[in-house]
Nanobody
Framework: VQLQASGGGLVQAGGSLRLSCVAS????????MGWFRQAPGKEREFVTGINWSGGRVNYADSVKGRFTISRDNAKNTVYLQMNSLKPEDTAVYYC???????????????????WGQGTLVTVSS
């Protein structure tokens, strides 16, 4: 399974970005998908996860109400809509796939089996 993340860039505080992650190989529609981020000098942290159907999502407290995860199984794609961006959201964002048939997005990186290459989001103040 290969995951290709895109959509990062430079945005001013208060702005929006939408990240995409396209999967190839495997059975995307059966995977739990997650987004993580890693800022310079910090550990990778959970942002959000979505179950196989899109019917169950979970978010880190720091992004609740601002970020929205969704998926389109017909397009093998998971999205992360990021609104009201803050400078502290600056990080490399990674998508990840979990093939364990869980009904929620794990918050711990090692629970995921496949990772994308990351896309950089920079929020200026």
């Amino acid at each position: 399974v290969q995951l290709q993340a895109s959509g990062g860039g430079l945005v001013q505080a208060g702005g929006s970005l939408r990240l995409s992650c396209v999967a190839s190989g495997g059975t995307f529609s059966s995977y739990v998908m997650g987004w993580f981020r890693q800022a310079p000098g910090k550990e990778r942290e959970f942002v959000t996860g979505i179950n196989w159907s899109g019917g169950r999502v979970n978010y880190a407290d720091s992004v609740k109400g601002r970020f929205t995860i969704s998926r389109d199984n017909a397009k093998n794609t998971v999205y992360l809509q990021m609104n009201s961006l803050k400078p502290e959201d600056t990080a490399v964002y990674y998508c990840a796939a979990d093939r364990s048939y869980r009904d929620y997005g794990p918050t711990i990186p090692y629970e995921y089996d496949y990772w994308g290459q990351g896309t950089l989001v920079t929020v200026s103040s």
